[in-house]
C-alpha cells in the first residue's frame, strides 16, 4: 500500500460571528501570494476529534434523517470517512500577513488545515451538474452543506 503523509500548512482559530482565523505556518506564508486577489477559497482541514469509530461507518443517513436515503459515505458529505478530510468554500473577508479571515468554515477549532486553493466559478461550479432528489429536498429546507451528517 502507498504510504501517504501529510503535513498540515496552518490551522484554524474560531472567531465570532461566523468567520474563522486560518494561521498559515511561517514556511508556507510565501504560498499566500495572491490569494487575497479571491473572493472564495475552497480550505481543506483534518477533522482532528472524528472517533475511530466513525471512520470506519460506510452508509449513513444524510443529517442523520431517517427520512432520507442511505447512502455510501463517498455520495454524502458526513463527517464519517475513511480519511477524515473535510471540504469548504468559504468567503475571503481578509488577509494579515500569515493569517486569512474567512466566513462559513465548518471546521473545529483546531483543525490542522491540509491545504488552500482558490474558488473559481468556471472550474468548480459546473452548469452540468446532477443531483440525487432527495439534496433537491434539503436544498429546500434551507440546509447549508445539504449532503452533510
Known amino acids: 500500500m502507498l504510504d501517504i503523509r501529510i503535513r498540515p500548512v496552518g490551522i484554524v ?5 461566523g468567520l474563522s482565523r486560518i494561521e498559515i505556518f511561517e514556511e508556507y506564508e510565501p504560498a499566500l501570494l495572491g490569494v487575497e486577489g479571491f473572493s472564495h477559497l475552497i480550505i481543506l482541514y483534518w477533522m482532528h476529534k472524528l472517533q475511530e469509530g466513525e471512520r470506519a461507518l460506510l452508509k449513513v443517513r444524510p443529517k442523520g434523517r431517517q427520512d432520507l436515503p442511505l447512502v455510501g459515505v463517498f455520495a454524502s458529505r458526513s463527517r464519517a470517512r475513511p480519511n477524515p478530510i473535510g471540504l469548504t468554500v468559504v468567503e475571503l473577508v481578509g488577509r494579515s500577513g500569515r493569517e486569512l479571515i474567512v466566513r462559513g468554515l465548518d471546521a473545529l477549532d483546531g483543525s490542522p488545515v491540509i491545504d488552500i486553493k482558490p474558488y473559481i466559478p468556471r472550474s468548480d461550479r459546473p452548469s452540468h451538474a446532477r443531483v440525487p432528489d432527495w439534496v433537491g429536498k434539503l436544498d429546500a ?3 447549508r ?4 451528517h
Not at 482559530?13 to 460571528?17: S, T
Not at 452543506?145 to 452533510?148: E, V
Open 13 to 17: 482559530r474560531a472567531l465570532e460571528g
Open 141 to 143: 429546507e434551507g440546509h
Open 145 to 148: 452543506g445539504a449532503c452533510g
